[in-house]
């Protein structure tokens, strides 16, 4: 048994610690589910600026917008970023909703996060329109992925 996953989460710990300090379930807890950080990207090489594609890793599962091998993801998909407590200087990339880049920010969750609302189903980040269960396709490899920018999100 992990126990320190087991234990309980703390009371709005998101406000009240830094990101260095959460349990691994806090910090797993975190993420609203919106997937957009699987949507593979494209970076400006002049000045580094990042714009996303529709089209998603092919480890996604787009219906539930998780990862369908998680445990593996740095194994069999080695562009996945691993997102740590000590990469926040990092988080510039993410998109502009994602939870922990905004939580590195300051700035508060939104009201649709599993976390706030929805007693934790995480469907509502589904239903408001940010995550990519909409619109994304899974990659094959094939595709020219300056056909499918979506731009910065
Ligand atoms: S963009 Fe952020 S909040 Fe959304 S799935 Fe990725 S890590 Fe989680
Ligand atoms: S390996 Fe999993 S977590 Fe990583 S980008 Fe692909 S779908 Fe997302």
Same mark, same amino acid.
């Given at each position: 048994m992990n126990i320190e996953s087991e234990a309980a989460m703390r009371d709005r710990f998101w406000e009240r610690y830094q990101l260095t300090e959460l349990s691994s379930r806090e910090w797993e807890a975190i993420c609203d589910g919106c997937a957009r950080c699987c949507l593979q990207k494209l970076e400006d090489e002049d000045d580094g600026e990042v714009f996303y594609t529709s089209i998603a890793c092919r480890l996604l599962d787009l219906e539930s917008c998780r990862c369908s091998d998680y445990p593996n993801r740095n194994i069999n998909e080695p562009n996945c970023v691993h997102l740590t407590?000590? #990469?926040?200087?990092?988080?510039?990339?993410?998109? $502009?909703?994602?939870s922990y880049r905004l939580v590195s920010e300051g700035k508060p969750l939104p009201s649709w996060h599993p976390l706030i609302s929805d007693n934790g189903s995480g469907q509502a980040v589904h239903t408001v329109g940010v $995550?990519? #269960?909409s619109f994304a396709m899974l990659q094959?490899?094939?595709?020219?992925l300056e056909d499918y920018l979506i731009g910065k999100i």
């Open positions: 407590p000590e #990469r926040t200087a990092e988080f510039h990339w993410l998109p $502009s909703t994602c $995550s990519v #269960r094959d490899g094939t595709e020219d």
